[in-house]
């Protein structure tokens, strides 16, 4: 994929940090990153989140750790890019859970607003994508990985 646009997700932040400075008080900049693992998913799930439907997101531990990113933290903040890397929205941390994957429940997975937004389909699909990537971290997928799950608000818009 195309790397994220960091100078426009600066810009941004600025813009966001100017207009919301009660929010914005992240220590630094947030990380700048995008849903899924190639363009066609990422703008598929920035969709789910700018039209008003997606509102949680999972992510193995092992993501953060291979990227060397300090897990998220309640009030903390993200920018989230499209497919081509353009930053296109500012996401702010409202709920965090360290869990496996059985630990994921309907509701969970309604809010992530993929699929049907059933359970069984998060499980699926989920399963599925950890283990597309799992070979890129160095690890095999386990139903015995950490995920954390996150879910969030949407906090400004390009």
Same mark, same amino acid.
């Given at each position: @994929? /195309?790397?994220? &646009?960091? $100078?426009?997700?600066?810009?941004m932040?600025?813009?966001?940090?100017?207009?919301?400075p &009660?929010?914005?008080?992240?220590n630094? @900049?947030? %990380?700048? /990153?995008?849903?899924?693992?190639?363009p066609?998913? %990422?703008d598929e !799930? !920035?969709?789910?989140?700018? =039209?008003g439907?997606?509102r949680a $997101?999972a992510t193995l531990?092992? /993501?953060? #750790?291979?990227e060397g990113?300090?897990?998220?933290?309640?009030?903390?903040h993200w920018i989230?890019?499209?497919?081509?890397?353009?930053?296109?929205?500012? !996401?702010?941390s409202t #709920?965090?859970?360290?869990? $496996?994957?059985? $630990?994921a429940?309907?509701?969970?997975a309604?809010?992530e607003? #993929?699929?049907?937004?059933?359970? =069984?389909? *998060?499980?699926?699909g989920h399963?599925t994508? *950890?283990?597309?990537?799992?070979?890129s !971290?160095?690890? /095999? *997928?386990? =139903?015995d990985l #950490?995920?954390?799950?996150?879910?969030?608000?949407v906090?400004?818009?390009?």
């Amino acid at each position: @994929m /195309e790397p994220v &646009d960091l $100078t426009a997700a600066a810009e941004m932040w600025k813009a966001y940090q100017s207009a919301h400075p &009660d929010l914005a008080t992240d220590n630094e @900049m947030p %990380s700048v /990153e995008r849903f899924g693992d190639h363009p066609a998913l %990422s703008d598929e !799930l !920035l969709g789910l989140v700018i =039209d008003g439907e997606k509102r949680a $997101t999972a992510t193995l531990l092992k /993501e953060f #750790e291979a990227e060397g990113q300090q897990l998220p933290r309640i009030g903390s903040h993200w920018i989230a890019c499209d497919g081509a890397g353009r930053p296109r929205a500012i !996401l702010r941390s409202t #709920e965090l859970r360290i869990g $496996t994957i059985d $630990t994921a429940d309907a509701a969970f997975a309604y809010d992530e607003a #993929e699929d049907d937004r059933s359970l =069984d389909a *998060w499980l699926l699909g989920h399963r599925t994508y *950890w283990n597309r990537i799992c070979p890129s !971290l160095g690890i /095999e *997928w386990s =139903d015995d990985l #950490e995920i954390l799950f996150e879910r969030f608000t949407v906090a400004w818009t390009a």
